[in-house]
């Protein structure tokens, strides 16, 4: 599956964002979806993640309450919403796609987007 992630950009903090991933190529609907995120200088992190059948989430405590994730299928798009961004979330944002694992771990996602930078200034 082929991911193309978009939405990003510079923003005072406070304020919102919505990302959006599109997805293309094998079925969309077998694959959980997830967001991560990479600051300059440190690992990737997750975000948030959404199960294939759209039931679960998952999010990183750092993002909780702030950041929502969601998916629809007959559109093949993951998105997420970013509320109260704060500088600690600038980095990029990727989406990624698991087609075995509804997880946070990284090394369980088959397919990358190629990120989308969000700027938080203070």
């Known amino acids: 599956v082929q991911l193309q992630a978009s939405g990003g950009g510079l923003v005072q903090a406070g304020g919102s964002l919505r990302l959006t991933c599109a997805a293309s190529?094998?079925?969309?609907?077998?694959?959980?979806m997830a967001w991560f995120r990479q600051a300059p200088g440190k690992e990737r992190e997750f975000v948030a993640a959404v199960s294939w059948t759209t039931i679960e989430t998952r999010y990183a405590d750092s993002v909780k309450g702030r950041f929502t994730i969601s998916r629809d299928n007959t559109k093949r798009t993951v998105y997420m919403s970013m509320d109260t961004l704060k500088p600690g979330d600038t980095g990029v944002y990727y989406c990624?796609?698991?087609?075995?694992?509804?997880?946070?771990?990284?090394?369980?996602?088959?397919?990358w987007g190629q990120g989308t930078l969000v700027t938080v200034s203070s």
């Open positions: 990624a796609a698991s087609g075995s694992s509804f997880s946070t771990d990284k090394r369980r996602y088959d397919y």
């Open positions: 190529g094998r079925t969309f609907s077998d694959y959980n």
